[in-house]
């Protein structure tokens, strides 16, 4: 059965420590940073689609929008419609034919995917995943005599690569 993950992108960025520090320097890069993270998680775990979608809501005359970045679809909900409304609907349309994961942190969210039958996965969950994914890759890619991870910022740590970030701006 094939496998989806949807993901309520502000409330992972909310809860994790290196993306919401991404916050206050620029928001897109946080967002891409998720969707980066995403798609290479997708990879790893094998997701056939992971979808990650972000409140528009409040943006005037926003007619939402989607585009597919590093393998991964991402929509921005448009004026007038929350995420949460949006996962719903997708959750009620994909169940019945494929295995569902949504991450969220949104107790209330949580509840009305798992009466779709969907599962959920907690913000904390996710990102504990992303992070054991992520080292175990790095093993294997060691013990086959490949030198570290594939991407620099995974390597680097959050204040280090706030710092990077900054100095990559100024340009």
């Not at 094998?46 to 979808?51: T, Y």
């Not at 419609?81 to 949104?106: C, F, H, N, P």
Request: glycine content about 8%; some cysteine.
């Amino acid at each position: 059965m094939e496998e989806i993950l949807i993901v309520d992108g502000y409330n992972i960025i909310h809860a994790s420590p290196e993306l919401s520090g991404l916050i206050d320097e620029e928001l897109a890069h946080a967002r891409l940073k998720l969707v980066s993270d995403i798609g290479q998680y997708k990879s790893m775990k094998g997701f056939s689609q992971a979808i990650i979608v972000f409140d528009a809501h409040l943006v005037r005359e926003g007619s939402g929008s989607l585009f597919n970045e590093d393998g991964v679809e991402v929509v921005f909900t448009q004026e007038g419609q929350k995420a949460d409304t949006l996962i719903e609907r997708l959750v009620a349309k994909l169940s019945g034919e494929k295995r569902v994961y949504v991450a969220t942190s949104d107790w209330q969210e949580q509840r009305t995917v798992l009466g779709y039958g969907a599962i959920r996965l907690s913000a904390r969950e996710l990102l504990d995943d992303l992070r054991y994914v992520r080292e175990k890759s790095l093993q294997e890619h060691s013990c086959s005599g490949k030198h570290g991870e594939r991407h620099l910022a995974w390597r680097l740590k959050g204040e280090t690569l706030n710092i990077l970030e900054k100095l990559r701006r100024k340009k």
